[in-house]
């Protein structure tokens, strides 16, 4: 005799075969079973194999193979191009965030706090909610330029 161990997943797909078989001798075995397993119906046709075929279970058998899913070349260029313009964007707000945190240092040295507060302000405005590593840089600067408390 042999032992074959099997996964959960398995044993319940076992388990549901077993019980799709009627067969009347059967029956009064998987009666003590019923109570301890719950088994949705297959949804997909089992293939009855007669009992005492010889039957076994081969857990190193071909596996079902997933094709891969290779796109197009002009799928691709759609992609990369969506990428560029995505990139192009972030570099001009980043450059126009930088623009504004300069113009608030100059302000500051000017001594014109009010055109400082406003730089400021916008940068915070301009910077994307998504944007942690950012957002931190206009506080730190707000901080730096006597405009914010640190905590």
Known sequence: MKTILVTEATAKAILALAESLTVPSEQ????????????PVPS?????????????????????????????PSELAG????????????????SQIN???????????SGDSVGAAKALTDAMELVPSHWGGTLDRVVAKAQSLGFAKVA
């Open 28 to 39: 009064s075995v998987l009666e003590p079973l019923a109570p301890t397993v719950a088994l």
């Open 44 to 72: 997909v046709p089992v293939a009855m194999i007669p009992l005492g075929s010889g039957f076994t279970l081969d857990p190193s058998g071909p596996v079902p193979v997933v094709p891969k899913v290779i796109p197009t």
């Open 79 to 94: 992609k990369k191009a969506a990428k560029a313009a995505k990139r192009e964007f972030n570099q001009r707000l980043n």
């Open 99 to 109: 623009q504004l945190l300069g113009a608030a240092t100059t302000a500051v040295t």
